[in-house]
């Protein structure tokens, strides 16, 4: 079953509710800006209009008092050129003297001199906002000049630049035009904006959910499940990373059902193989107890040697399965040391001389007396060796001849067992070193436990050496592996 896409519409909802905060934002951005531009454009076209006014209206004030004609032809003169301009007699603290203003009462008493400095200063040259004596508290664009009276300031003449009614018309038509510059600019920039937004969203969520897909699909047990079609950015990282992870974790649950078989494998062979010397141990002594009496010397004798010889099996396979055990577990450490490899292969040879010699088979030892000592672990290679010689010997009969050769190979010595004994046939060679893995062509009675190879397998992991075999059925078979020279050993 597929995942619904929700991942996309929680991300939709919140990029279509940014989107409609950033219009809003951007709209009253505009308003504001439309208002600043206007008013800036509009104080630079009449930034000289107080100048205009002080230069008509010559005797308006002395400093003390005002004249009521000059403010009677002030107030005819500012409603002939411009009804919407408010003009204000100031005197040098500020505080207002006379007033020409339609409609609204002048609501303040005083008029904050700092902005009027600054754009006298300037001369206009700045886009500055000063107080409204209808509105106190508000901002509004002005024009200002020094009154000049016997050459010496004794008052400002300050005007507001298009009064109430002027500004609720401009508000009136502003806002119109802001709506529409918003509804056909902005906000269709905007919807534009927000439906590509939202179509990458969807192509990246309908990826994140292949991958969703593919991990519920394996958690369910399909162990095959990969994400296709992914490969780009951060999504296809993720799924490439997914599909190696699932390769392995695959690759793992194979591996641990196949050891899974081998355990069973194991177990029913070492069941058979246990089941067998025990029988026959059980045999031969109920025998002994029931007809002890009635046989001969010679028959006790022979039943207690197979007997013997069943316990010695028996011993020897529970060895073997012991060691094996603790080479896999890694419970065995190597003790590394400088040991003569020449006096090994001669104890062993002289060791198994007596076996082979019953056998008809000779044991030839072949060195140089001058080889340098390697570093390994004695008791493992010991024990290698010897595994390897009871099957070299096992593959042999009488006339055959194993042999053990020691060689310089750069900064290793090499170690060959070779016999002329039947071979192993090369559909066997592949699975010597498998645990319990007997050959086919052992009879019962040569068959050993199984494991004698596999433990020779772990021995040279542990040294990180690598053992190798060939052979040629009915012609004999090579063991040979290498061990590092003392002092060129790699730890």
Same mark, same amino acid.
């Given at each position: 079953?597929?995942?619904?896409?929700?991942?996309?519409?929680?991300?939709?909802?919140?990029?279509?509710?940014?989107?409609?905060?950033?219009?809003?934002?951007?709209?009253?951005?505009?308003?504001?800006?439309?208002?600043?531009?206007?008013?800036?454009?509009?104080?630079?076209?009449?930034?000289?209009?107080?100048?205009?006014?002080?230069?008509?209206?010559?005797?308006?004030?002395?400093?003390?008092?005002?004249?009521?004609?000059?403010?009677?032809?002030?107030?005819?003169?500012?409603?002939?050129?411009?009804?919407? @301009?408010? &003009?204000?007699?100031? =005197?040098? %603290?500020?505080? *207002?003297? $006379? +007033?020409? #203003?339609?409609?609204?009462?002048?609501?303040?008493?005083?008029?904050?001199?700092?902005?009027?400095?600054?754009?006298?200063?300037?001369?206009?040259?700045?886009?500055?906002?000063?107080?409204?004596?209808?509105?106190?508290?508000?901002?509004?664009?002005?024009?200002?000049?020094?009154?000049?009276?016997?050459?010496?300031?004794?008052?400002?003449?300050? @005007?507001? &630049?298009?009064?109430? =009614?002027? %500004?609720?018309? *401009?508000? $009136? +038509?502003? #806002?119109?035009?802001?709506?529409?510059?918003?509804?056909?600019?902005?906000?269709?920039?905007?919807?534009?904006?927000?439906?590509?937004?939202?179509?990458?969203?969807?192509?990246?969520?309908?990826?994140?959910?292949?991958?969703?897909?593919?991990?519920?699909?394996?958690?369910?047990?399909?162990?095959?499940?990969?994400?296709?079609?992914?490969?780009?950015?951060?999504?296809?990282?993720?799924?490439?990373?997914?599909?190696?992870?699932?390769?392995?974790?695959?690759?793992?649950?194979?591996?641990?059902?196949?050891?899974?078989?081998?355990?069973?494998?194991?177990?029913?062979?070492?069941?058979?193989?246990?089941?067998?010397?025990?029988?026959?141990?059980?045999?031969?002594?109920?025998?002994?107890?029931?007809?002890?009496?009635?046989?001969?010397?010679?028959?006790?004798?022979?039943?207690?040697?197979?007997?013997?010889?069943?316990?010695?099996?028996?011993?020897?396979?529970?060895?073997?399965?012991?060691?094996?055990?603790?080479?896999?577990?890694?419970?065995?450490?190597?003790?590394?040391?400088?040991?003569?490899?020449?006096?090994?292969?001669?104890?062993?040879?002289?060791?198994?001389?007596?076996?082979?010699?019953?056998?008809?088979?000779?044991?030839?030892?072949?060195?140089?007396?001058?080889?340098?000592?390697?570093?390994?672990?004695?008791?493992?290679?010991?024990?290698?060796?010897?595994?390897?010689?009871?099957?070299?010997?096992?593959?042999?009969?009488?006339?055959?001849?194993?042999?053990?050769?020691?060689?310089?190979?750069?900064?290793?010595?090499?170690?060959?067992?070779?016999?002329?004994?039947?071979?192993?046939?090369?559909?066997?060679?592949?699975?010597?070193?498998?645990?319990?893995?007997?050959?086919?062509?052992?009879?019962?009675?040569?068959?050993?436990?199984?494991?004698?190879?596999?433990?020779?397998?772990?021995?040279?992991?542990?040294?990180?050496?690598?053992?190798?075999?060939?052979?040629?059925?009915?012609?004999?078979?090579?063991?040979?592996?290498?061990?590092?020279?003392?002092?060129?050993?790699?730890?």
């Amino acid at each position: 079953m597929k995942t619904k896409n929700t991942l996309f519409f929680k991300i939709a909802g919140v990029l279509t509710l940014l989107f409609v905060l950033l219009a809003f934002l951007i709209t009253k951005s505009s308003r504001s800006l439309s208002e600043d531009y206007h008013d800036e454009i509009s104080q630079g076209l009449n930034k000289h209009v107080a100048k205009y006014i002080v230069e008509e209206i010559q005797g308006l004030y002395d400093g003390d008092t005002v004249a009521a004609a000059k403010m009677s032809s002030l107030m005819h003169h500012v409603m002939a050129t411009n009804p919407a @301009t408010e &003009v204000y007699l100031l =005197d040098l %603290d500020g505080n *207002i003297l $006379k +007033h020409v #203003a339609m409609n609204k009462e002048v609501k303040a008493k005083t008029i904050n001199l700092e902005p009027i400095k600054a754009f006298i200063a300037k001369d206009g040259e700045v886009f500055i906002k000063g107080d409204d004596p209808k509105l106190p508290g508000t901002k509004k664009i002005f024009s200002a000049a020094p009154y000049i009276y016997n050459n010496k300031p004794v008052g400002y003449i300050y @005007t507001i &630049v298009g009064g109430n =009614d002027y %500004d609720t018309l *401009i508000a $009136k +038509h502003e #806002a119109s035009y802001i709506r529409k510059l918003s509804v056909r600019t902005m906000l269709y920039a905007l919807f534009a904006a927000l439906v590509i937004a939202l179509i990458a969203v969807y192509f990246l969520t309908r990826n994140f959910n292949k991958i969703t897909d593919a991990f519920k699909s394996f958690k369910h047990g399909n162990h095959d499940a990969r994400v296709v079609g992914v490969t780009h950015g951060e999504m296809g990282m993720l799924a490439s990373t997914y599909n190696d992870m699932a390769d392995t974790i695959q690759s793992n649950i194979q591996e641990l059902q196949s050891v899974d078989t081998l355990r069973k494998e194991l177990i029913a062979n070492i069941s058979h193989d246990l089941r067998t010397p025990i029988a026959s141990i059980r045999g031969f002594i109920e025998t002994l107890l029931i007809k002890g009496d009635d046989l001969k010397a010679e028959e006790k004798t022979r039943y207690m040697e197979i007997v013997l010889k069943n316990s010695d099996r028996l011993k020897k396979l529970v060895d073997d399965l012991f060691e094996l055990s603790l080479l896999e577990a890694q419970q065995k450490h190597l003790q590394p040391e400088a040991i003569q490899m020449a006096e090994i292969i001669q104890d062993i040879a002289d060791k198994y001389r007596i076996i082979a010699k019953n056998k008809g088979i000779s044991i030839n030892t072949v060195y140089s007396k001058d080889l340098p000592l390697v570093y390994a672990d004695i008791a493992l290679i010991d024990r290698a060796l010897q595994n390897i010689i009871d099957n070299a010997i096992k593959h042999c009969k009488s006339g055959d001849v194993v042999t053990l050769e020691l060689l310089r190979e750069d900064q290793n010595v090499m170690i060959k067992v070779a016999d002329t004994g039947s071979g192993i046939a090369s559909q066997e060679l592949p699975h010597i070193f498998e645990r319990y893995r007997k050959g086919k062509f052992y009879s019962d009675a040569e068959k050993g436990s199984g494991l004698g190879l596999a433990i020779v397998k772990k021995i040279m992991d542990l040294h990180n050496a690598s053992i190798k075999v060939t052979s040629i059925k009915n012609k004999g078979t090579e063991f040979f592996f290498s061990l590092p020279i003392h002092g060129h050993a790699i730890s």
